[in-house]
């Protein structure tokens, strides 16, 4: 079936450090990708998304490329900041017997020092 | 302002207390779903429902029910509930495929 796989967490970073989180996903057909961000005690939140193969996502500073080659999309920031921790989920989404079908990696959190 | 609520926030019940968390949305969507959030699994989807009248299973929907019977409401019940159902639950509602969703605040359930 389909699946999402993100890099294990935590991840702690410097403020103003590079910040890269991994996402790898098994699917059929042709899936839509997303990051959503979840900030404490709060619910998930789109960050960006690409709907077909070499879109680039961008919001709030991050971007993802979706890489049909390697199956990926990877999320990345050139500056964090301390505003920036959370835990973020990759995720998928397929048109599925005319419902959407969701996928959610297992999320991965960032805390960011100052 | 676009929202989905969720009510209550927290609760704390017992074994087999019938108890319902109740879902809004105030964007006119259609597709509104259920998911549960656990430490290592990540978020699993109970139920979902394309319109009203029309629900359907996702991956864990066992012990659980929900109901459509407004376009902007989407309860769910714990008949009998469990203590494996304590969780963190989220109500999302979306637009279209591949659109995104919006989820609720929360709702943290503890099951004594």
């Known amino acids: 079936g389909d699946s999402v796989t993100q890099m294990e967490g935590p991840v702690t970073l410097s403020e103003e450090a590079f910040l890269t989180i991994n996402c790898t996903y098994t699917a059929t057909g042709y899936p839509s990708l997303f990051w959503y961000v979840q900030y404490p005690g709060e619910g998930l939140q789109l960050l960006l998304k690409a709907t077909k193969a070499d879109d680039k996502g961008s919001n709030k500073g991050f971007e993802a490329t979706y890489r049909k080659e390697t199956t990926s999309f990877h999320l990345e920031k050139g500056s964090v900041q301390v505003s920036d921790s959370a835990v973020y989920f990759c995720?998928?989404?397929?048109?599925?017997?005319?419902?959407?079908?969701?996928?959610f990696g297992k999320g991965t959190k960032l805390t960011v020092n100052p | 302002e676009a929202q989905v609520t969720q009510n209550p926030r927290y609760l704390i019940t017992v074994t087999g207390k019938k108890l319902t968390v109740t879902c809004s949305q105030n964007?006119?969507?259609?597709?509104m779903s259920w998911y549960r959030q656990d430490p290592g699994l990540g978020l699993r989807q109970i139920y979902y429902?394309?319109?009203?009248?029309?629900?359907d299973k996702g991956d864990v929907p066992e012990g659980y029910k929900v109901s459509r019977k407004e376009k902007r409401n989407f309860p769910l019940i714990l008949e009998s509930p469990s203590p494996n159902q304590t969780s963190l639950y989220f109500c999302?509602?979306?637009?279209?495929?591949?659109?995104?969703?919006?989820f609720g605040p929360g709702t943290r359930l503890t099951v004594l």
């Open positions: 429902s394309m319109n009203v009248e029309v629900t």
């Open positions: 964007m006119n969507h259609e597709y």
């Open positions: 999302a509602t979306t637009g279209g495929p591949y659109m995104g969703q919006f």
């Open positions: 995720a998928l989404s397929k048109s599925q017997g005319g419902s959407e079908k969701l996928v």
